[in-house]
């Protein structure tokens, strides 16, 4: 479970960064390993904080993958939908997993276990399409490849 935003924690983190609006990726980094996710009061704080508009803070965690605005599920599954997984099949593969899953992309289920993310290239695009779940990464994942990646984190 996440922990509870703090506003006085908020500011620890930001002013160990010097409170400096270059250093905003790497503010979000601290606030999403504090809390797991950029609640809404926190992008008002940063915003305030480092003298920038709540629209570029939002701009800034829009556009990063590793930033959310809610809280995952304990377990996170990233489909990559960059180019070359997307002509590798990652399409039918994220329409297999959503239906496996019962979870839509970028969504979580509401049990808060299973997260289904977006990524937009994973590092692996010899080995297309490629899937992250937890911090291991998987190639060539087909719907028999997933349904295995998916039953093995069930087991653990």
Do not use: W
């Not at 779940?133 to 997933?146: E, L, N, S, T």
């Amino acid at each position: 479970m996440p922990a509870r935003y703090d506003r006085n924690i908020a500011t620890e983190i930001i002013n160990r960064f010097g409170a400096k609006p270059e250093m905003l990726v790497q503010i979000l980094h601290a606030f999403v390993e504090r809390y797991s996710f950029i609640a809404e009061d926190a992008i008002r704080q940063i915003a305030d904080e480092l003298n920038l508009s709540r629209a570029e803070v939002h701009g800034v965690v829009s556009f990063y993958h590793d930033f959310r605005t809610k809280p995952a599920g304990k377990r996170v599954i990233k489909i990559c939908q960059a180019e070359a997984c997307q002509a590798m099949g990652s399409r039918k593969l994220t329409a297999h997993a959503e239906k496996k899953t019962g979870v839509a992309l970028g969504g979580t289920d509401e049990d808060g276990e299973l997260t289904l993310e977006a990524v937009y290239c994973l590092g692996n695009c010899a080995c297309s399409p490629a899937v992250m779940d937890g911090d291991r990464v998987y190639g060539r994942v087909d719907a028999k490849g997933f349904d295995r990646i998916l039953a093995r984190g069930r087991r653990q």
